[in-house]
């Protein structure tokens, strides 16, 4: 619904007709008339708001009888500037004409706005071969947006000094049994000892005739998995194992899981491991199980759907468990207890920080804090999971993603003002309500026209030490990802426990071109503005600085 309000508006100082938002509920009616204004040489506006939109749109239209006799009650001074604009119009316009169609104008404008040009800025892309120097950074001479920087930078010093980093509090295993009943009942509390991999044979009582992915969600719910669950039905009545006339299959979690971030460079690094001979991947790059699956979120905006039960997730591995059983069939006939090589790993980079789902299934929430994490439940079944997290420079990040996810009007002028919007946003969350609350806040994330909470690393990190030890995560930076890939990689094999691999292989994986580059229509609009820039280094400053005080590496505070 479209909420209209009329105010009049003079030339006085910004703040004296501010609309106050709140950050929960509609807008406000009931608005009084101005108190600064008099009823002498009024403008009326039109404000077209949404709920915590501060963003207003203004439209100048005449009411009731006003007519074009209205300029002639403008002061002297305004008649003045408004003829010398029109004076300044019309040289311009026709230094165009004396200049010809190919050249600059014989008189710049003085209202010209610096242009984006077509380098795209230092590690704008997911792709390690786009983080090349790029040195040159375009001029800004957008005056609206320079002027704005001192408003918006005591909105990130109201966010700044609100700041808080504290412990959450840790639920109970009954309590999360409580929440997850069925899953608790399928993934058993202890694997098969000789498996690196979190693996355990479960009775199959279907027949040779049953399809054992007719129910599967990941199927019934998008058409692009059905080829990739095709070659599961092939493979599947080859790997079962049988005694005492049952039929068993083997059913596997991952070991290792690569938990974040969007947009750095998750994929490519996915793309790389995957080439090692011991690494086998779920069948679905990203299945978003535990964020959005498990509770029937396909796309938040479409609404919920059936929940994906645990079995539709464990389907996903079936391609790597059918390997390991043959492995294990194999050495029990000649090396009884010899461990299996493989593992698996999952790739789905909303694991670290999406939990917009928990307002809609959790109650005794703290303080509008989610009671649940993600990571509680993984650590309920796998307390000795490996976890690896990409990051990057998360102003970087945000630029990427934006150019990724938006769909039309696309430009630095859009990012800009999205980028104000959220800030505005974030802040009328962080009056009210902790640190937490506002970065698990889906009403608010939902809100914020970009994902300025994905950046947020420390808040999340944090959370996720409060179950797991430091020592099982390895955390890396795509900017050193992108300088020396074979290094990287070799980071990830140690923390795996991998094996060597051969020179050829090693050539393969080191020198294959990185994955999901910026597409080529994205790269024509050039960086963000600099004043842009700015505003998000101010902001995500402090977490940065957090950030790298929790790692001991000043890397992670991006302040190059």
């Known amino acids: ?120 800025s230092l590690m704008d892309s997911e792709n390690p071969s786009d983080m090349k120097d790029h040195h040159h950074q375009p001029s800004v001479n957008n005056i609206s947006y320079l002027k704005d920087y001192p408003s918006i930078k005591l909105i990130i010093n109201s966010i700044t000094a609100r700041i808080e980093f504290t412990t959450r509090r840790l639920p109970d295993l009954e309590d999360l049994k409580k929440q997850e009943l069925h899953m608790f009942s399928v993934i058993p509390n202890k694997f098969l000892p000789n498996s690196k991999s979190p693996c355990w044979y479960e009775e199959f009582s279907g027949r040779n005739t049953t399809d054992p992915y007719l129910t599967n969600s ?42 974040g971030q969007p947009k750095c460079g998750t994929t490519d690094l996915y793309d790389r491991l995957r080439l090692h001979p011991e690494v086998k991947f779920s069948a679905i790059k990203e299945p978003h199980w535990w964020t959005r699956k498990r509770f029937g979120i396909v796309r938040l905006r479409d609404g919920l759907r059936d929940r994906y039960p645990v079995e539709d997730y464990l389907d996903l591995f079936d391609l790597a468990a059918h390997q390991i059983h043959q492995g294990l069939q194999a050495s029990s006939a000649k090396e009884e207890g010899k461990m299996n090589k493989i593992i698996i790993g999952e790739a789905s980079a909303s694991t670290m920080w999406d939990n917009n789902a928990w307002t809609f299934f959790y109650d005794n929430s703290t303080d509008g804090e989610p009671p649940f994490l993600t990571q509680d439940f993984i650590h309920a079944f796998q307390p000795d999971a490996r976890l690896i997290v990409m990051l ?10 934006y150019l990724y996810f938006a769909s039309s009007n696309k430009s630095a002028d859009d ?58 995560f390895l955390i890396l930076r795509l900017e050193d990802h992108a300088s020396n890939v074979k290094y990287t990689m070799h980071k990830v094999f140690q923390f795996l426990n991998l094996g060597p691999l051969s020179d050829k292989q090693e050539a393969l994986m080191t020198k294959s071109p990185a994955s999901n580059a910026r597409r080529p229509e994205d790269r024509s609009l050039g960086p963000m503005w600099l004043v842009t820039r700015k505003i998000l280094q101010d902001f995500y400053g402090p977490f940065n600085a957090r950030l790298a005080q929790v790692l001991a590496d000043e890397a992670f505070a991006w302040k190059t």
């Open 392 to 401: 990057r420079d998360p102003v970087e990040r945000l630029y990427s993603d």
């Open 1 to 120: 619904m479209r909420h209209c309000i009329n105010c009049c508006i003079q030339l006085l100082p910004k703040d004296a007709h501010k609309q106050q938002v709140g950050c929960r509920g509609g807008p406000h009616h009931g608005h009084q008339a101005c108190p600064t204004c008099r009823g002498e040489n009024k403008i009326l506006f039109h404000v077209d708001s949404k709920q915590m939109n501060l963003l207003a749109v203004l439209e100048v239209r005449t009411e009731g009888n006003e007519s074009w006799g209205g300029i002639l009650r403008f002061k002297k001074g305004k008649r003045c500037s408004l003829l010398f604009g029109l004076i300044i119009m019309t040289l311009v316009t026709a230094s165009y004409i004396l200049s010809g169609a190919h050249q600059e104008p014989l008189i710049s404008s003085p209202f010209h706005y610096g242009g984006l040009p077509s380098n795209p």
């Open 415 to 472: 990012f800009h003002e999205k980028v104000t919007e959220a800030l505005q946003l974030f802040e009328n969350c962080m009056l009210d309500y902790s640190l937490r609350a506002c970065v698990y806040n889906n009403t608010l994330n939902n809100a914020m026209p970009v994902r300025l909470q994905v950046g947020l690393y420390a808040v999340y990190l944090l959370d996720w030490l409060t179950v797991f030890n430091k020592e099982q």
């Open 218 to 259: 990941y199927v019934l719910y998008s058409k692009r998995f059905r080829s990739t669950f095709d070659a599961l039905r092939k493979a599947f009545w080859g790997h079962l194992a049988h005694a005492h006339g049952k039929h068993f299959r083997l059913r596997c979690l991952p070991r290792f899981y690569i938990i």
